[in-house]
């Protein structure tokens, strides 16, 4: 059963754009939407999170917008840039504490 | 501040082996978790540990077990290794029981191959 999805194995845009990455999510008792960016041979590092009683939060460039009634979260990085290049993955965390992630998604920012 | 250190960072076992894999949390860290992130996955929560007491566990079998120490370092371990078993594991530290609205600190990961 897979509780939280991204759909799009891999996005590539032009440095300057916007990049939108989706998760799509079945559990509706997650309280929290993470999401988390990895380099290679780097553990996870935290980007943004949302509390499901919320539909947006932004911090600087990236902004997380939740759509509950869809059960569908997404990322948006304005102005993408070469160095957020990475694998980004979205995780849903209930009342346990524990993340339940997607299968991520490999952003490539092209300059 | 420390982050959250792994070790070791890569590791090749035989199948049938027991292996240990080490974490030290991130100063002022009490709850540490441990995740299974197989080639092309997200990662995949194993358990919990809050004050030395498991609190969570994800959908593994026995043979996975952890434990946390005193000083909040952590161990987990794998017994009867599988080739399955062949996944990036990391470690996770948070200053809270169980509430993480702001994210966990991940350490780089420990690589291991079951041949």
């Known amino acids: 059963d897979q509780q939280v999805k991204q759909n799009s194995p891999s996005l590539s845009v032009q440095e300057g754009r916007i990049s939108i990455l989706n998760c799509d999510y079945t559990?509706?008792?997650?309280?929290?939407f993470l999401w988390y960016k990895k380099y290679p041979a780097e553990g996870p590092t935290f980007l943004i999170s949302i509390s499901s009683i919320k539909d947006k939060n932004e911090d600087g460039r990236f902004t997380v917008f939740l759509n509950k009634s869809a059960k569908h979260l997404s990322l948006h990085i304005v102005p993408s840039q070469p160095g957020d290049s990475a694998v980004y993955f979205c995780?849903?965390?209930?009342?346990?504490?524990?993340?339940?992630f997607g299968q991520g998604t490999t952003l490539q920012v092209k300059p | 501040e420390t982050g959250v250190t792994q070790s070791p960072t890569h590791l090749i076992k035989t199948r049938g082996q027991q292996v240990t894999l080490r974490c030290s949390s991130q100063s002022g860290h009490n709850t540490v978790s441990w995740y299974q992130q197989a080639l092309g996955q997200g990662p995949q929560f194993i358990f919990q540990?809050?004050?030395?007491?498991?609190?969570g566990r994800g959908n593994f079998p026995p043979r996975f077990s952890g434990l946390q120490f005193p000083n909040y370092s952590s161990e987990l371990n794998v017994n009867a290794l599988e080739l399955d078993d062949s996944a990036l594991y990391l470690c996770a530290s948070s200053p809270t029981g169980t509430r993480v609205n702001y994210g966990y600190t991940f350490g780089s990961g420990t690589r291991l191959t079951v041949v």
């Open positions: 559990n509706s008792m997650f309280d929290y």
């Open positions: 540990y809050y004050r030395e007491e498991e609190n």
């Open positions: 995780a849903g965390s209930g009342n346990t504490g524990k993340l339940i």
